[in-house]
């Protein structure tokens, strides 16, 4: 998910108890807690200071790893609390309002408050389509549930909403409404669990309406991506034992699936280039990130050998071949690899035309 949600979220968890015994900072140290997993952006910059040579494929490795782990948010929580505590007890002066009842809270407490929100992080980019590696070190598989996409106008103003109605409750109830943004806070969050909840029954939803429009093509692999913006609108990819193919759907739409956005294309037959593609490391990294879901093309231009890998999980269009951001492998006359990497065609005016145009697809069932 974008950074802004996992702080909302994190802030959200705050309210679940943690805010109504510590005080008002519990929320701020809660938000930016539940955002520190994605500092890892900055790790491939830093390294590549040392003189250490950093390409996209590695970066790849990098980002969503280790401190995306579940394993490893113990331990990222740790300084996080350590700074708090000690920032909390350098301070001679207390407001009266800023501890609400009771003594002031340990360590364990602050601890807690920080690990929840940590530990929200991997847990909510696991229900992307992007992959996470949960159980690293001890494995480097990436998962991904395929329920929710990066950016969401549903869920994101849900967190919103309820970290409002706390602070409504805490302003306007007797008491500091400790009760009150307890319940708010608990029905908030269970209400965002259960969104993404729906958001992986949407996604089965999706996939078995796709498959079902293949014919009599057998089917190898079928799943589903949701779209910028919301859970209603799905990207579905169908592989099949000769083809793949890419529908729109939308499940607010009452078309019959056969009048569907549905684009199919035949599978490449393999040879001598496809195969020297797939014993490159850089091959072997992008499979890996993509969970094996790449469409092959193959092609003669200008005197190259090009081999493209198409990562099926993003294109411009939810019914589309064409990934964002294909590996390409270009050999020379001779054989030997001329170019390898990740290569997106330029596209004028793209971020604004790309969101104008997932609006429009958005508000069309």
């Known amino acids: 998910m974008d950074p802004i949600t996992q702080g909302l979220l994190g802030a959200a968890t705050a309210q679940l108890g ?22 890892d952006v900055f790790v491939a910059p830093l390294l590549s200071l040392t003189g250490m040579e950093m390409d996209a494929m590695l970066r790849l490795r990098i980002h969503r790893g280790l401190s995306h782990s579940l394993l490893f948010a113990p331990v990222l929580a740790l300084p996080i609390a350590l700074l708090w505590w000690r ?23 602050l601890y807690l408050c920080v690990f929840v929100a940590v530990f929200t992080h991997p847990l909510l980019d696991w229900c992307t389509s992007y992959g996470t590696q949960l159980l690293l070190p001890l494995s480097d ?3 991904a549930i395929d329920a929710a996409p990066i950016v969401d106008i549903i869920y994101t103003p849900l967190l ?7 602070y409504v409750a805490r302003r306007l109830t007797r008491g500091g409404g400790l009760r009150a943004s307890l319940v708010i806070g608990w029905v908030g969050f269970l209400l ?7 958001g992986r029954v949407l996604h089965d939803r999706a996939a078995d309406r796709a498959a079902s429009l293949v014919g009599e093509e057998t089917v190898v692999r079928a799943d589903a991506y949701p779209a ?6 799905w990207r579905a990819v169908v592989e099949t034992d000769v083809a793949w193919h890419a529908v729109r759907v939308h499940h607010l739409s009452d078309a019959p699936p056969e009048t569907w956005k549905h684009t199919r294309q035949a599978k490449v037959p393999d040879n001598e280039w496809i195969d020297r593609a ?17 469409r092959v093309e193959y092609e003669r231009l200008n005197g190259l050998h090009v081999v493209r890998f198409h990562d099926m999980r993003y294109s411009r269009a939810t019914d589309g071949m064409e990934s964002l951001w294909p590996l390409v492998v270009e050999f020379d006359a001779r054989g030997a690899v001329r170019f390898v990497g990740r290569r997106s065609e330029p596209h004028a005016g793209q971020l604004g035309h790309y969101a104008a145009a997932a609006w429009r697809d958005l508000c069309n069932p």
């Open 18 to 39: 943690f805010r109504q015994r510590i005080g008002r900072d519990a929320s701020w140290v809660a938000a930016a807690a539940a955002i520190v997993p994605d500092l």
């Open 87 to 109: 920032l909390r007890r350098s301070v001679t002066r207390r407001q009266s309002h800023d501890i609400e009842r009771g003594p002031p809270p340990g360590f364990a407490m």
């Open 141 to 143: 598989v990436r998962y």
């Open 160 to 166: 919103i909403l309820t970290l409002l109605a706390c």
């Open 192 to 198: 965002s669990c259960g969104y993404l909840a729906a």
């Open 228 to 233: 910028v913006g919301t859970i209603l609108l």
């Open 278 to 294: 797939r014993g490159l490391d850089a091959y072997e990294t992008y499979h890996w990130f993509a969970g094996g879901r790449l």
